[in-house]
């Protein structure tokens, strides 16, 4: 008895345990196997189990990657932009699309992948920054402590999805509305980024809105590399960053 208090009280309701976060505690599968018995777990995936009677919500599934497992996966791109306030979401709501980024050499649990969740997680695998710990937060989301992209990263990695999984025009009101970033956290970013089209296209979008933040970045220390870049076939050529994109389809402008 002492054995399950013990994994009860290291266990958070609305998350997740693994065969081998168990084992690291001395819980053989023969043991979890009789907890299930016993009503104590109960099986979710192979090797995974929750609280009888719990609800497993997106949150706390990232929870669990993300602490239990000690995974490197975060909350990127445009959820970690409507999750600060950047969009028209604060809660990971049913149904709702949750994008998260990795490295490509992550390779995530078969049980997170097969199983069919509340929110639909849609995974990035890149290598966006060369170091990638700088700019990642901690953020409350349903209850749950979360490591998910800064604004300033955030919206670097939104970029990177354009046009193949995000719309250009919506970049251009989440850019309007970027008035606070941080310049010295740029500019590490832009130093640091590996993408050539999104370096362009962040700088470009900047300058439409002309950002009070834009004159602190040092653009002389940012590769932007050589030869034009194209967003969309047939759009409109950025002489200055060398970026072919759509013309913007707003009748505020």
Known sequence: MNKI???LNDWPPGTLI???????KGVSRQLSASYVKSGWFEKVSAGVYKRPKDEIA???VLYTLQVKNNMSVHIGGKTSLELQGYG????????QKV???????????????NVEWDVSFEVR?????????????????????LNMSSPERAVMEYLYDIPKHENFD????????MTTLRPSVLQSLLENCRSI????????????YNHSWLKYLEESTIGLGSGNRSIVKGGKLVKKYQIVVPEINREDR
Do not use: C
């Open 197 to 208: 089209k999104v370096k362009r296209l962040f700088l470009y979008m900047a300058e439409t």
């Open 125 to 145: 695998s890149a290598k966006l920054f060369d170091d990638y710990d700088e700019s990642l937060n901690k953020k409350n989301v349903d209850g749950f402590l």
């Open 58 to 60: 997106g949150a706390g």
């Open 5 to 7: 208090n013990q994994i």
């Open 99 to 113: 994008v998260l980024w990795k490295e490509p050499d992550l390779w995530l649990p078969t049980w997170f992948k």
């Open 170 to 177: 919506e970049a251009h009101y989440i850019m309007e509305g």
């Open 18 to 24: 693994t065969s081998e976060w168990l084992e690291s």
């Open 88 to 95: 028209h979401y604060i809660k990971m709501g049913p149904h």
